[in-house]
Structure formats: structure tokens, C-alpha cells
């Protein structure tokens, strides 16, 4: 504990990182079991609530595939011959939404890394969809394949990562009739988590879910009962669902395959400019979406995103991780503890650096999620830049951030042995605890070991070279992408893998209109 | 909204800058409407409090001044002649701080600055008492006056810093008998907010009492309605209070003058390796020192103070915003409120520089902080270095994460003129709400607008110079100084106060034994 341990300590630590060894904690479920902080009564809810089912009843919604207003006709909905518009009657909406599951599994290729989604449990996956990557060293560059392969073995690596969420970064250097398929045969070959697909017409994710049946060797038969792949739907906010989107929910909730259904509800532009006004809207597109599902099957699994956040409106660009997204995030959950269904948000921010402020509206956005009882994360880690970036820097970042989560969410031991009277007694007054028996029993685990923090003083720190959280961020990832090792695939299920990705690339992928 | 839009604003938000004008929220009270997160069970709490009686009735506290151990004598505890360690019956305790007050008033010198203290009140101070001073472009030097100065400016320029607590730097180019004079003479001219004084013996914290007087104009005899300092009072943990805290708490006490009773149990160091533990010795010595000032004088003014962390158990420096911070802060909320007490915290961090991990520890703090119903957080704005430093570009962040966290706390409009719904029937599907009546009446005040935070596109961003939070901080703390203007003060308090202060000065101030 003097100067000389510190040294060590650093040097110890230094030797770990340049073996890719981070101090971490275990993949692992993660429960809240901290009551739901809730800032808006029962009767406002429900204001909130009844607001939006006039919304459906009295505006209505969009659904432009004529294929998803057959399903709503037969369900009982008012749609009128050639016009997209489809208003619902309150108690159908109801009724239809009481079928959504309200818990569920998600299976990864390793069992050891399925997900348990709903009830007072968290997942955080990575972020998704980014058109660019960044990192400190080669600045920010359009999204490409070996980036998008970097940042899924991170997702390997990181432990507090449950699960891939999108692509990390969008792999542009793929045609696009193929970047499906060699994007999720990537993430199958380099991580063995929750692996996701994009619902962008009926070939892409069709292909998205053979791929993850195939690396789980799940059955078409078994498929219902071992969900292995899920996909988010956005609505095309104000009140549309467009085609592609249409097509992912029917096929995937036809499966049984969690459909994480988020209106894209910025206050002031695609929605009205009150946090209020813009969660009515998001609960009726939310609900909208999850009774859709639904309609197609019942049963099927759904998750209620929430998305809405504020923009600028001196220039129009979008903001997050503002009071008024905290806001909507715990709202959020209100709402979908309302109607029992697992809840989505994510950790966002609109910095265009790995900085404090990246931090700051990061920070906000995690505790929202984990106060409001959010179910799965989204963007948990590397999102920057509004999602215009994927930032290695900023997934660990992000990392660090949420294994405090977890540290924050164990609950405490209140017990004699605990207490520690006895140590306190020994101690007296003006002593110290570090010799204690009481301390030494339990110092190595007592405390979250940081990944990322520096605690070191100032002048140790400057003798290391000042080394900024951002900075120390690439030299962490750096390490762990350099102890990546593809975890185990069986041989057969790679030739099983690659002869159906082979196929479908010779046979030209999907156009645009699959 | 366009490019050029966008342009224009970021030109007037220079020229904003320039003249030292930041969009900020006005000077305020600031409640939290939501309720307290409570992370312990009733009986849980109730371990930890019936622990701390153990410790206070079989352990003891050392009182280290022999006047305040006559005062316990009086009151009935259990001294032994000679022997410092007192030792206290539960009913003893529990009788004398059912006097302590729950919420009270601090007088500033310009009445519009008071600030009320306790119930759901949240008021911000700027940090306190570190050893150096730090800005990017001069980086970390020792405490000196010109710093403490623009510290002092800084507390008066920022809306949201409600208090000055403490010397925001040391200024120990001060000859140390006369500082606690200039420091206070300088903070009293500089900011008309509520100022602090040092319990560092009696001559100094009765000075301190006086220029505050002399400030804010308060008699003598009206100095118990119209309390215009407060002091704090740090435990030496453990389990022990110093003569010069004992002489302060007692003067103070007599006056009615608000004091912050903060044990400094850094869990694994100064108090045992559990968090649960600390926090029954945070307790203990927190309760000994509220009943100690009531027996002083029941009606006392005081706040339970908390500043439970942990340590690095491998270098045993300390660390701070960490889970196990968050945990203490939020359960120090739960005690504080069985006694019906205020309740001060604090906004910290260990990083050495204002990064990413300055604003996630900071952050974590202040949820915690915001959660916990902390009625007072000290270090609220400034902080770095785990108290080692303040720094300027940290205090602006600081401002922006405090701003945020008020205009979280503001409760949101529920109602159908909030919601909106003919601007979503008029916008309909796939429109947008950027120029509909709803939007244009709500625009301009609908969101918080930051003082930090840069939202534009990475383009522009880019060429604005990539500036990183920091880099903008430190372009604002600027703008704030160069505009900072003395608030009015009359010419003869002005007199008066200078007459007070050079006739101690020539006095030589306060000697070590003073």
C-alpha cells in the first residue's frame, strides 16, 4: 500500500493489459432488485395511457404493406380499401397486447450466454447501426468490414456485453446484397452471444435467422422454443410502419422471435415538441406494433422500446442523454409495466468525442435505463456521435460505466459480520482498518475493481504520461482485441455455416425488393 | 434549422461567450418531486442504526477538548476523568437529536440568494478546501489567492452554485494567521451567496462569524433567526472528534449557525472494509456529533453528513463515484431521514484530469446525490483529483450536470394541451412537427438548453476545431470571469467590513492556539 506497492501494482497492471488480460467481472444475469423509480402518478399514466388509445382510435397509424392490413382486417381493425391509414378500436388493442410474453429467453450458440429478458432483470447489448468508426489513433472513417469484425470481437470480449445488437458498425464495404450474410457469419464465427438481424425485407432476415439456427443448431420445429435471434422494428415515426419493417415482424413473430418494437419519437420533430406529447405518441405506436405482432401470432415475443428523446430546435439535431430523455426513459417504464411487457432503451449521447460530455449524457442515459427498470440495454456500449459513430474508445468506455451498474446493483450485506463491530472495537479510536482480520478476510473482493479508472495520484499519474480515460480506453481495447480467440465451433457446424452463406451468395443474396 | 441556421447560432453562441454571457437556468430553489430511492429494507436501516448505538454505548467516541467533554458530563453521558473516550446511552442519543431541527434557513447577503435546507430541497455548493488549483492551460499549481478569487467569481457567476462551501482553493500565499480573514473579506465582496467559514480554532471560525455578520448586516441578537455561515465538522475517524471541530461545533451551536457533521469513513482505511460497516460508523459518529451540538444547545442547526467510500484496497488511495459511493450516499439518505435531518453529500471523483471518468465518477455521484434526496451537495461544483484539486474547466461541467439534473427535477406537464394530439392529427403519418402551432408556441422553452454540450454534426464540429468538453469548458470559464461584476454592496458594510478585517489583521490574526 506505499509507493513501491502502487509501482508494482501499475507495472502488474501494464503486463495484464499488454496480454489482453482486463480486470473484469463474469458474463453474467443481472438483476435490479431496487424498487422502480417512478416519476409520474397512477393517474397520469393512465392520461398518458388513454391519450394514446385515441390516438389509434381517432388518427390511427400507417401500415404500408397491404399483406399487414389483411391481418389487421381479419383481426377486427377499420381498414379501408387502398388507404394505408388503419384506426383501432381501444379493447382490440387491448386485447391483442395482453398475449405479448412477459418474459422470455434468448438463446446464444453457447448456453452458457443466453439471456433471460424481462422481470427485474438487465441486459446490455452493443451499439448497433453506426455509419462510421472511430478510434483515437485513425480518426473517424465510414463503417467497413474489418472494423465491423474488430468491434464484434470486443463484443466477445467484454463481459458486462450480454449480447450484439445491430451491427456495430455498418460493414459499407460489403455489397449490400451480401452484407447480410457475411456480417452475421462473422458475428457467429467470433462470438458465441445473442447475435441479431436486420428486418430489411423477407430475404435478409429470413437468411438472419437460418444463419443463427444454424450456428445454435436449432430446428425450424424447435425454433419457438429456443428463440436465437431477435431484431428491433422502428416505426417510421409520426404513426407509420414502413414495408421492410412490416415484413421482419411477420416473419419473426411467426417464429416466436423477440421483436424489439421502438418508435423514433424525437420531441419537436417527429413527434409533438412536450416529453409528454411524444410518449403518447410513442405508446401508440408502441402499441400498435406490439398488437400487430400479435395479430400474427399470439404469443409472439415483443419487447416496448422506448426512443424518445428531444432535439435542438435551434438547428433540429437530435439530443440524448438530456433531463428530457431521462425523463421519457423512466416514463417508458412506467408504461411498459403497465401492459407487463419487457422494456427497451439505451445508453446514448450526442457527443462527438469519447469526452466528458460522451460520459455525462452517457452516465444519464444508464441510470434512467437502470432506475426505470429498463430489460435490455440497447446501444449499451460504443454508440458516439448520436449513433453516427461506433467509438472503440467509448465501448469500453461504456464498459466500465456498466460493470459499476452491476456493482451498484448487488445488494449490500447488512449483517453482524458485516458490521464489523468486533474490527471497530479492536481499532479505537484514530487507528486504522487496512491489518484488520475483518479487512483482510475480505478486501480482495470487497470493492468493483475499475477497468478503465486511474485512481493513482497526480504525480504518478503524470510520471505514466497523464493519460487521459479516452487514452487509456485505446490501449484497453487494443489489449483485448489482441487476446481475442474465436470461441468453439463445432467443425461440422462451420461447414454447416459456410456452405449456407456460400450458397446464398452465389445465388446473388437479396436484391432490393427480397 | 438548415446549415446556415445552424451557423448563425453557433456564431451568436460565440459572440455569447466572448461576452461572457452562457445560457444558463436563473438562480433557484430546487425541489425533487420524485420519490427517494431506498436500496435497504426498513429493517435493514434498522440494523444499521441499532449497530451504531452498540458502537456508541460499548466503543465510545474520543471528545478530545475537555470543555466538550464537561458539556457530555452535564448532559449525562459516560466520561471518566482523564480519559477522553465517551460513551453514550442509546435514550441519551435519541433524546438530544430529536432536537435537531429538519429544515432551516441560511442567509446570503442579498436575501434574493438565501437558501431554505432540508425537506425535498436540493441545494449546490462549490467544492472546498483543495490544495491546488488546475486549468489546461497552466496545468496544477499550489492553492494561491489570484485562484481563490476567480473560484470565488465563478461561484457567483454560475446560476446553479447556490453556496460558497468552503475556500474553493487554499490560497496559502496567505500567511496562515491572517487567511481565514482576506479569504473571507474577498468571498464576501465577490459573490453576495452564502459563505463558509473553517472550524480552526475559536479566534478563527468567531472571525468568520463576523464578517458574515458584517456582510449580511445581522446583529447579535438576531443572529439565531437569520443564520448567514455555515461550517463543517469532519468526525477524525474514526471514532473520534478534534479540539479544534469540538470548539467549532460549540460556538456555533450556541448561534444557531448551520454545521455539516461529516464523518470521513473511507471504507477499508478509516472504517471497516464493508460498506454496511462504514456506514454504522458514518452513523455512530454522525449521531454523537449531532447530540453533541444539542447538547450545546437543543435547536441546534446541523446536517447529517455522509461521505462513505472506499479505497483502493490495493494502494489504499481513495476512491470516489464509485457503486460502493452510490450505495453509502443513497443509504446515508435513508438515515438521515429516520432521524429527520438534512442531509449533505457530495458531487466527486479521483480523476486526475477533466475527462470521462471525471464526469461518469461525478455523475454517479450526483444521481446517487439527486436520488438519495440529498438536501446539501458539497464539492457540487469544481472538484477533481479526489479533493486534491480544483479545477476550472471541471466546475463548468459540473454546471452543465447540475443544470441537467434540475431540469429533470422540474415535473412534467400531463395534460391534453401537453399532449398534443391535433398537432399529431394535423401532421398525420410520416409529417413532422418542426412548424406546427403546437410546436412554434412551446419551441423556445420546451427543452434545457446547454451550457456545454455540443450537439452539432461532426462536420461542423470539426471544423469549429474539434474542441472536447474540456477544451469548450475552459472557453467558458473564461467568458464567466472576464464578465464576472462585483454584486452591490453598501459603501459603509463595505467600511465596516474593512475596518473588522484590517484591525484583526493588525492584530495578527489568529495564532495556532487561538
Redesign the interface.
Known sequence: ?ART??RT?DAARERMEENGVIPQIPFQEVRN???P????STD?LE??HL?SL??LE??G??FLLEEARDIWREAGADVKPGD??VRFDRNLIEDLIRHAPSEFTLHARNPARNIMVGGNRIVFGSVGSPP?ATDLDRG?RGGNYEDYSNFMRLVQQLNVCHMMSGYPVEPVDIEPNIRHLEALRTASVLTDKVIFGYSLGRRRILDAIKIAQIAGQVSDEALWDKPCISTVVNA?S???YDIPMLIGMIEMSKRGLPIIITPFTL???????????AL??QNAEALAGIAFCQAVKKGARVLYGGFTS?V????????FG???Y??AVL?GGQLARRYNIPYRASNVN???????????????SL?SCV?GHCNMVKHGLGWL??G??ASFEKMI?DA??IQ??I??L?P?????D????D???D????????G?A??LA???T???P?V???????ET??EKG?L???QR?NKVYKALLSSHEEPAMDESVREELDAFVDRRIAEGGAGMDD
Open positions: 500500500m506497492g502502487r501494482r432488485p431496487y424498487p423509480v417512478e416519476i409520474i397520469q392520461a398518458i391519450a385515441r390516438v381517432d388518427i397509424i400507417n394505408p391509414r462510421n473517424r417510421n409520426p404513426l407509420q420531441a419537436g420533430a417527429m413527434a409533438p415538441v412536450t416529453v409528454a406529447g403518447v405518441q428531444n435542438d430546435m435551434k438547428t433540429g439535431a437530435p439530443a438530456t433531463p428530457e431521462s425523463q416514463i450526442a457527443s462527438n468525442a469519447p469526452d466528458a460530455q460522451a460520459a455525462w449524457e452517457s452516465s444519464n441510470w432506475m456521435e448520436g453516427l459513430s468506455i466500465e460505466m459499476m451498474m456493482a451498484f448487488k449490500l450485506e447488512i449483517s453482524d458485516a458490521f464489523g463491530l474490527a471497530m472495537a481499532v479505537g479510536p484514530g487507528g486504522h482498518f487496512f484488520t475483518h479487512t475480505r478486501y480482495e470487497a470493492f468493483n475499475p478503465l479508472a486511474d485512481w493513482s495520484n497526480y499519474w503524470a497523464s487521459t480515460a479516452d480506453a
